[in-house]
């Protein structure tokens, strides 16, 4: 067994295309290169959009109750997950928040740059 058969190149370009683009960019090249992956993503678009009232309604339900019973295991389950990103989210954006560069901070330089007059 060859690397290509481990690896089609036709799933490596999507990896690489999903990985380098932001998600507009990507959205714009799927609506050219794959039809049916860019249907799918906008059927679910519109599902947001429609079902949005009685998300947020299990939302604000699971947020308060995190243990529900009268939410199948795969919705805790997934709002678990959903929550433990969004607080990790918020957290590292809260622990930014003080102005500092997020790629260079001043607690990872060993030194600090004084001007010399």
Do not use: C, W
Request: proline share 3%; net charge negative; charged share 30%.
């Amino acid at each position: 067994m060859d690397s290509e058969d481990l690896f089609p190149m036709d799933s490596m370009n999507r990896m690489t295309m999903e990985l380098l683009l932001n998600k507009t960019h990507y959205a714009k090249y799927l609506a050219k290169t794959d039809s049916t992956k860019h249907a799918e993503f906008q059927q679910f678009v519109h599902n947001l959009h429609k079902f949005r009232d009685p998300m947020l309604d299990i939302t604000q339900r699971l947020i308060r109750d995190p243990k529900s019973t009268t939410f199948s295991q795969d919705v805790l389950d997934s709002f678990q997950a959903y929550a433990q990103a969004v607080i990790r989210f918020l957290e590292i954006q809260e622990d930014n928040s003080d102005g500092e560069d997020e790629l260079f901070p001043a607690s990872m330089n060993g030194f600090s740059i004084k001007e010399t007059k």
